[in-house]
């Protein structure tokens, strides 16, 4: 991928990206607030036992900082919006900017990654909003670590090394999800063999 593709395909992956991780985040909010209002309510996300995000806001994961992971997103994604409309709009991004979002998403990558893994084996259930993060943040850091690779913000060496991920970014991604597709067939097997017996 070229370096003036890439500038015309990054904004617009973090724009959409990041309006999708947004909205999430906020209806999660919500539904976190009107739990705290009435802890009678259902969420509306709570579809079955697996697919429940009433038991994941329920577990100490869901405010792994001591407040909802929601807030997080909220704050996150606007942030990285904001930066897709803004180069969308044609401006120019210092390295040092562009170095402080790849350290956000790879941050926000080890966080999905950490969560997944607390979903699927300690709480045992999945938030349909949460998945939608989990759907976004791998293509965001996809697509920033490729720019950053391609314009040499992350360092000579690495230009030379990354052009691989560059070249196979989307096997990159598809083995991503197909991993994690894997896992929570496999975790909830059982649940999904009953569906169709």
């Not at 904004?11 to 705290?36: D, M, N, Q, S």
């Not at 996300?45 to 929601?70: K, R, T, W, Y």
């Not at 170095?99 to 926000?108: D, H, K, P, S, T």
Request: proline share 4%.
């Amino acid at each position: 991928m070229t370096e003036q593709r890439l500038q015309r395909i990054v904004p617009i992956v973090l724009i959409v990206c990041c309006a999708l991780g947004a909205l999430a985040a906020a209806i999660l909010t919500i539904e976190k607030i009107r739990v705290l209002q009435d802890p009678t309510y259902v969420p509306s996300c709570s579809l079955n036992p697996i697919l429940s995000c009433g038991s994941v806001m329920e577990s100490d994961q869901a405010e792994a900082f001591g407040f909802p992971n929601p807030l997080i997103g909220i704050a996150g994604f606007t942030t990285v919006l904001v930066t897709g409309v803004s180069l969308r709009a044609g401006a120019e991004l210092k390295r040092w900017y562009w170095l402080g979002l790849q350290g956000g998403v790879l941050l926000g990558t080890a966080f999905v990654a950490w969560l997944t893994y607390q979903s699927l084996y300690r709480i045992g259930a999945l938030c349909p909003y949460c998945l939608i993060v989990w759907a976004v943040i791998p293509v965001l850091t996809i697509y920033v670590t490729c720019h950053n690779i391609v314009t040499g913000h992350l360092g000579r060496r690495m230009q030379r090394v990354g052009a691989l991920l560059v070249r196979n970014h989307t096997v990159v991604l598809t083995l991503w999800y197909l991993t994690v597709a894997t896992l929570i067939l496999k975790r909830f097997w059982d649940y999904w063999q009953s569906l169709v017996t």
